[in-house]
């Protein structure tokens, strides 16, 4: 376990129903004088704009909205976003949405000036300079975005998604208001949902865990491993919903002061290359991922079952303990029919050896494995899920 721990998170977050009635007190007092909201079609079209709109008008600041954006958009269509905004001479920057317009939104607030591009940031990530205020509005439960110095673009020519991280990222303010997931649709909140728990499980069991990042990640594990089902299944669990909103902020609080491991070291090079989402190709590797982590830290599995398991605990040993998360992380994939395995997206065993090399290149997530993770493990692991 490290050693140093560190803290750090968005200045102010406002939780509950409601949150979003903030917004206008929040613009007022950064003097905000026009506000880029990023947001895409689907959000859109979901009609969580409006609500949003609503607090702007009260706010009196001018805005402009820029929705031209697709899931998990390339460094490229990132770019073309930041220029936009630049062009509109909007002085704060609102995220409206999921990962991908949280990751873009958070890009724009370091690249307005226009003295970087993405594609800088790419190579030297240390020249992102925060150029204005940010706040963060998810739509998913989620990404946990809100709550990081990460932004992930695709980098089409290597095939792969790059994680960009400077803490003149981490947003300002966020506002997680469970009007923007109530409807959710289940396929999604699935997905997303399972990232979260990624989030959670990995940070928990990474090199660089520690005893600020085992706070949140151990909150949003019990949090999440217990709401999922419900709040994916039925319309009316409004309060599951909310629980897995918090704790997919608390993961993503996990995520800055740990780092998530294999699971999403070899998770990238199938968004990369074969455009699965982001939570669907975790989802693939989770449990799998953590069966092959479990040796490196049966007492971290053993402690996770401790504080979950709410009912009557039957298991004794650390082995039974073990085996009894990787099972709950079984079953959760499978009752919310997230695929299991690779086939579902034509990749094949030819696919293998280019998967191996693109996901041994992720040495940043590689890195925080308790478990070394060699080229042939890494093969295995996608044979397995072939
Ligand atoms: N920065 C980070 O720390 C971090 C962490 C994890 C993932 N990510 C990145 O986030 C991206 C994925 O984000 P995501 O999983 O949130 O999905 P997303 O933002 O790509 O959205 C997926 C789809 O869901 C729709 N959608 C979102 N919210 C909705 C709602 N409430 N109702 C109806 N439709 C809705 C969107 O319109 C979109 O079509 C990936 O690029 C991933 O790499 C970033
Ligand atoms: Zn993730």
Redesign the pocket.
């Known amino acids: 376990m490290n050693t140093l721990s560190n803290l750090k998170m968005p200045r102010a977050v406002c939780c509950g129903e409601g949150a979003l009635k903030k917004m206008p007190e929040i613009l007022q007092a950064a003097s905000v004088k026009k506000a880029a909201v990023f947001t ?4 859109r079209s ?1 009609g ?1 704009l409006d609500p949003v709109l609503e607090q702007l008008q009260k706010s009196q600041a001018a805005f402009c909205v820029l929705d031209d954006l697709p ?2 958009p390339s460094y490229g269509q990132v770019q073309k976003l930041v220029d936009a905004c630049r062009a509109e001479g909007a002085d704060m920057i609102l995220a409206v ?7 873009t939104a958070k890009l724009a607030g370091v690249l307005l000036d226009g003295s970087s591009t993405v594609h800088d940031l790419l190579e030297a990530p240390g020249r992102a300079k925060k150029c204005c205020p940010t706040l963060m509005i998810p ?2 439960a ?4 809100e709550a ?1 110095p ?3 673009v695709a980098v089409p020519e290597q095939e792969l ?1 790059v994680g960009i991280v400077s803490d003149a990222m981490i947003a300002d303010n966020v506002l997680l208001d469970p009007l ?2 109530k ?3 289940r396929k ?1 909140a699935a ?2 949902g399972v ?1 979260a728990l990624a ?1 959670a499980i990995e940070c928990y069991t990474s090199n660089k865990a520690n005893p600020i990042s085992d706070t949140f990640a151990l909150e949003a594990l019990d949090m999440i491993l217990n709401n999922i089902l419900p709040a994916c299944d039925s319309a009316d669990a409004v309060s599951q919903k909310s629980a897995m909103q918090l704790a997919s902020f608390y993961a ?1 609080v996990a ?1 800055t002061a740990s780092g998530t491991t294999a699971v999403h070291a070899l998770s990238y090079p199938l ?1 990369g290359k074969y455009h699965i ?3 669907v190709s975790n989802a693939i590797l989770l449990a799998p991922v953590m069966r092959f982590n479990a040796p490196a830290c049966p007492e971290r599995f053993a402690a996770a079952y401790d504080r979950c398991v709410h009912g009557e605990k039957t298991c004794v040993t650390q082995e039974e303990k073990t085996e009894f998360m990787l099972r709950w992380l079984e079953k959760i994939v499978r009752h919310l029919e997230i695929p299991t395995s690779l086939s579902a997206f034509g990749v094949s065993a030819s696919d293998l050896e280019t998967l191996v090399a693109a996901g041994m290149q992720v040495t940043r997530l590689l890195n925080n494995n308790l478990r070394p993770v060699t080229a042939d493990d890494a093969r295995a692991l996608y044979r397995r899920i072939l």
Request: no cysteine; net charge negative; aromatic share 0%.
């Open positions: 895409d079609k689907g959000i979901a969580l899931p998990e949405g999921g990962g991908s317009v949280m990751d739509t998913t989620g990404t946990g975005s990081t990460n932004a992930i998604k923007m997931i409807n959710l649709p999604i997905a997303t990232d989030h993503g995520i968004g989402a982001h939570g």
